[in-house]
């Protein structure tokens, strides 16, 4: 690397900012925007090397509206062959009367959504960006300090061997997750609200197909949802995303794959038979967190270090896809200075009502749905019923939950 001016800088990338990389590629408008991403793993062949830690054996649910912003960025063409349709979401509460069902008939579209392994997804962008014509990826590498310049940023790189170098950016894009240190470092405070859940993600396998149903289970201790993925060998799948208490995600960590078969299928019940195997199992610590300051002049906050939320309703990719679209379409059709605050701040006042709509969704529905409290109990049973009584509503429902209001 010798350039040291770039348009856009981007750090992190993962799925947020190589995604974003790609739509600036795809875009006729900001294609020729010079593009550094800097990320702390190494660049890795996918179908050699062991993918980037965010394309590990979790998967993303991408509503049918994400499919189209991926379309427009180029990505779907290589995603498509890895993504499950979902054709039906089955809402329910454990124990309790109350469920409802959205099939993509009822709404005359291809799919309700789709399911993506986020190795899957990791490779189609590492190809996609390989092709990009002005994007350059710097890693091994960590940016450890970011500083104002007249019309840009300055930032300070340190790669293998202790190697430093600065570039400068018109544009900086933080997208290293929740945990950014440059975050810290810029003194960006973040709110949080621990929910003391955590959730453990693993792949399942079936003994019966899962026919495209996506399930939604509420339990004592939250949700638990049954995704379903692409089959492996033949072998039906589904992709657990199933949220325990503290005390209960250290149990389910130290039981062998018997027993915490036996549990899950004790807490979800027999809608896809017998459950055949566990795979590989992580458990993450469950929080809102959301930034005080998503932009300031040359700098921008996108993906989990902007809003990281509860994965109650699978939103947190989806929303950042809206903002990566939001983002690239205000710096295609702005004569502004690139990165200004005035042009950062129409991004920022188009994506506020989204950002704030999704945020209190999820919060909400984690509250709601991880309470015995029987006021709780009778208002999502009410709204369960209602939604499969009152048809306008669950049309209503069914479109945001396919991301088109």
Same mark, same amino acid.
């Given at each position: 690397m010798t350039q040291t001016q770039y348009d856009v800088v981007i750090v992190g990338g993962g799925m947020v900012g190589a995604t974003l990389a790609c739509a600036l590629n795809a875009s006729p408008a900001t294609q020729?925007?010079?593009?550094?991403?800097?990320d702390a793993q190494p660049q890795s062949d996918t179908s050699k090397a062991a993918p980037h830690p965010s394309f590990d054996?979790?998967?993303?649910?991408?509503?049918?509206?994400? $499919?189209?912003?991926?379309?427009?960025?180029?990505? *779907?063409?290589?995603?498509?062959?890895?993504?499950? +349709?979902i054709e039906a979401i089955q809402v329910s509460d454990k124990g309790r009367l109350g469920t409802t069902k959205l099939a993509r008939e009822d709404y005359g579209v291809p799919a309700l959504g789709y399911v993506v392994e986020n190795a899957a997804f990791g490779a189609a962008l590492s190809t996609q960006l390989k092709a990009a014509r002005h994007c350059e990826f710097l890693a091994p590498a960590r940016v450890t300090a970011a500083t104002p310049v007249g019309g840009g940023m300055r930032v300070a790189v340190e790669g293998e061997g202790a190697d430093t170098r600065e570039v400068t950016a018109k544009l900086l894009v933080v997208a290293e997750g929740g945990r950014s240190p440059l975050?810290?470092? =810029?003194?960006i405070a973040r709110s949080q609200h621990d929910y003391g859940q955590h959730? =453990?993600?693993?792949?399942?396998?079936?003994?019966?197909?899962?026919?495209?149903?996506?399930?939604?289970?509420?339990?004592?201790?939250? +949700?638990?949802?049954?995704? +379903?993925?692409?089959?492996?060998?033949s072998a039906q799948r589904s992709s657990l995303v199933w949220t325990l208490d503290a005390s209960e995600a250290q149990d389910a960590a130290a039981l062998d794959? !018997?027993?915490? =078969?036996? $549990?899950?299928?004790?807490?979800f019940g027999w809608r896809l038979g017998r459950l055949g195997r566990i795979g590989a199992r992580a458990i993450y610590p469950l929080s809102l967190q959301v930034a005080q300051e998503q932009v300031r002049p040359h700098l921008v906050l996108l993906g989990n270090v902007a809003h990281t939320l509860h994965p109650v309703a699978g939103q947190g990719m989806n929303l950042s896809l809206r903002d990566i679209e939001a983002l690239v379409e205000t710096l295609a059709t702005s004569t502004l200075e690139l990165g200004s605050m005035t042009m950062l701040t129409r991004y920022l006042q188009a994506r506020e009502a989204d950002q704030n709509l999704m945020i209190g969704v999820t919060d909400g529905l984690t509250k709601l749905f991880s309470s015995d409290a029987q006021?709780?109990? *009778?208002?999502?049973?009410?709204? =369960?019923?209602?939604?499969?009584?009152? +048809?306008?509503?669950?049309? $209503?429902?069914? !479109? $945001?939950?396919m991301g088109f209001e």
């Open positions: 020729n925007l010079s593009v550094l991403i800097i054996s979790r998967s993303t649910a991408l509503s049918a509206a994400s $499919r189209s912003i991926l379309e427009r960025a180029g990505l *779907w063409h290589a995603v498509q062959a890895s993504a499950c +349709p975050c810290a470092q =810029l003194g959730a =453990l993600i693993a792949n399942v396998g079936l003994t019966q197909p899962h026919n495209g149903v996506a399930y939604e289970r509420f339990t004592a201790t939250g +949700p638990l949802a049954m995704l +379903p993925l692409i089959a492996a060998d794959d !018997a027993a915490l =078969l036996e $549990r899950l299928q004790q807490a006021a709780k109990v *009778w208002l999502r049973k009410a709204g =369960l019923l209602s939604l499969d009584l009152i +048809p306008a509503l669950k049309t $209503r429902f069914g !479109a $945001r939950a």
